[in-house]
């Protein structure tokens, strides 16, 4: 029989059974290293992390563990965006040429900024053949995606975003903050640094070592039947950077898809979402712009992702689907592998699980469900 993975942390009395599926999520489901955090109105009523930060299971999951969450951060770069529209310097139903006027080749002028949050742009992936490498060159790949086309007619739904979704946002970011500042940026100076939120999109040389070793997933996730879009998106040679787990990859800003963090840290960045635009208890964005958000942009079979869906601004809508529990009203984001994200405006609640066993789904992995499942039976 082998030894239980060591498990630590904060349960608030009512919330054992959260604590049972965590461990069982070890037990039954193979998990190697996780975190989990839940949190009600600036309240931390779950704080668990337990087994091991390394495939080899010998670093322990510790208190200070960050790894990454892959598209979970696209919630995190919405809430970059929203505290920019709050500051007046964006507006979502803005085209994004306004401010990026490069942006207006191929026929693009019109996409709203909103649009281009909710995977509208029809530029899931870059159509020439190139060098994986250079998506860590921020202003080239933006000038490829300015000039492209989209792959799709505009208007016509949804098709999602992988990684070009980060550089269509930071291209906006860059050029709406007042210092010229990235989504990684903005996170270091004025969301997290200042509140000790542990939470990096460009990890720092000095927090590399400890950052969790991710395991890939056994096989590939399905992607349903296959189109150009999901080719551009997923498939090419080229679709994603490479260098996964590299030094030169967790120091790259990839707003879309490098973000790392403890699961404390995303629950607090998700908090907004629930509490009106609130931050550790503290106004940070107003409610009016944290509902435009949330705001339903599109809705129905995406054209990559294999599944219907509901996008805001940068986060994915729960409606009837429970991936983010039994509140239709409420967001979030998944990350490839597991990682997710969450936010009932509702109840109030906001939440995050994070782990290095990635496992081959898109939306809604068992071991995630099963913890929101179980915190909300005790609600």
Not at 171 to 184: C, F, I, L, N, S
Not at 289 to 296: L, P, R
Request: with cysteine; glycine share 12%; net charge negative.
């Amino acid at each position: 029989m082998s030894t239980p993975a060591p498990v630590f942390g904060h349960v608030a009395p009512g919330f054992e059974p959260v604590r049972e599926a965590f461990v069982a999520n070890f037990a039954e489901r193979g998990e190697i290293g996780a975190a989990f955090t839940l949190i009600r109105d600036g309240e931390v009523l779950v704080d668990l992390r337990g087994g091991h930060a390394d495939r080899k299971k010998e670093r322990a999951w510790g208190e200070d563990t960050i790894v990454p969450v892959f598209s979970t951060g696209k919630a995190v770069t919405a809430l970059v965006v929203a505290w920019l529209v709050d500051q007046g310097r964006l507006a979502y139903d803005a085209p994004v040429a306004e401010i990026w006027p490069e942006f207006s080749q191929a026929g693009k002028g019109a996409v709203t900024l909103a649009e281009a949050l909710s995977h509208q742009a029809g530029l899931p992936g870059y159509d020439q053949e190139m060098d994986p490498s250079d998506w860590f060159d921020r202003e080239l790949m933006e000038q490829r995606f300015a000039a492209m086309a989209p792959v799709w007619p505009l208007g016509e739904g949804s098709g999602y975003h992988p990684i070009s979704f980060g550089v269509l946002a930071d291209a906006v970011v860059r050029r709406a903050d007042e210092k010229g500042r990235t989504v990684g940026g903005i996170l270091r100076e004025v969301i997290c640094g200042p509140r000790g939120i542990d939470f990096h999109i460009g990890v720092d040389d000095s927090d590399h070592a400890r950052a969790a070793e991710h395991v890939l997933p056994p096989r590939a996730p399905n992607l349903g039947k296959i189109n150009s879009a999901k080719e551009l998106a997923f498939l090419k040679p080229w679709s994603s950077p490479g260098r996964r787990g590299a030094a030169a990859w967790r120091s790259a800003e990839l707003p879309a898809a490098n973000g790392h963090g403890a699961a404390r840290a995303v629950a607090r960045l998700m908090a907004p979402f629930a509490t009106a635009g609130a931050l550790d208890g503290e106004a940070f964005v107003s409610g009016a712009v944290i509902g435009e958000a949330m705001k339903q942009r599109v809705a129905g079979e995406d054209r990559v992702l294999p599944f219907d869906l509901a996008f805001g601004a940068g986060v994915m809508i729960n409606r009837d689907s429970r991936a983010f529990g039994p509140e239709p009203a409420a967001v979030g984001h998944y990350g490839f592998g597991g990682s997710c994200g969450f936010a009932d405006p509702e109840r109030g609640i906001s939440g995050a699980y994070v782990m290095n066993r990635q496992m081959d789904v898109l939306v809604g992995d068992e071991r995630a469900k099963a913890l929101i499942e179980a915190a909300y039976g005790c609600l």
